[in-house]
């Protein structure tokens, strides 16, 4: 059974950082694209970056370029995303999620796995 399970959420105050792990089992991440997603209230999901460590390609969504990065450590099988200068705007449930195709991409047709989310409150 896949299992992608995320922490490292919480609440900080504008400026701040966080970093986000996601702890997968069951699935191989050195071989998939990896991608972080994000859902406010009453918004759509969108998404956040992504990674293919097979080709070391990145991709980020405009909004979080230059204050987010994501990478992997595939001796922990772990996804991380560590974000910076923290906005109001990034508060959203974050998920992480698994693609078996072989480039960094956040389109979600291509995700077949998902986790449960984890909270990320950014305070003015």
């Known amino acids: 059974e896949v299992q992608l399970v995320e922490s490292g959420g919480g609440s900080v105050k504008a400026g701040g950082s966080l970093r986000l792990s996601c702890a997968a089992s069951?699935?191989?991440?050195?071989?998939?694209?990896m991608g972080w997603f994000r859902q406010a209230p009453g918004k759509e999901r969108e998404g956040v970056a992504a990674?293919?460590?097979?080709?070391?390609?990145?991709y980020y969504a405009d909004s979080v370029k230059g204050r987010f990065t994501i990478s992997q450590d595939n001796a922990a099988n772990t996804v991380y995303l560590q974000m910076n200068s923290l906005k109001p705007e990034d508060t959203a449930m974050y998920y992480c999620?698994?693609?078996?195709?072989?480039?960094?991409?956040?389109?979600?047709?291509?995700?077949?796995?998902w986790g449960q989310g984890t909270q990320v409150t950014v305070s003015s």
């Open positions: 990674i293919y460590s097979g080709r070391g390609s990145t």
């Open positions: 999620a698994a693609a078996q195709v072989e480039w960094a991409t956040l389109a979600t047709m291509f995700y077949n796995y």
């Open positions: 069951g699935y191989t991440i050195s071989s998939s694209c």
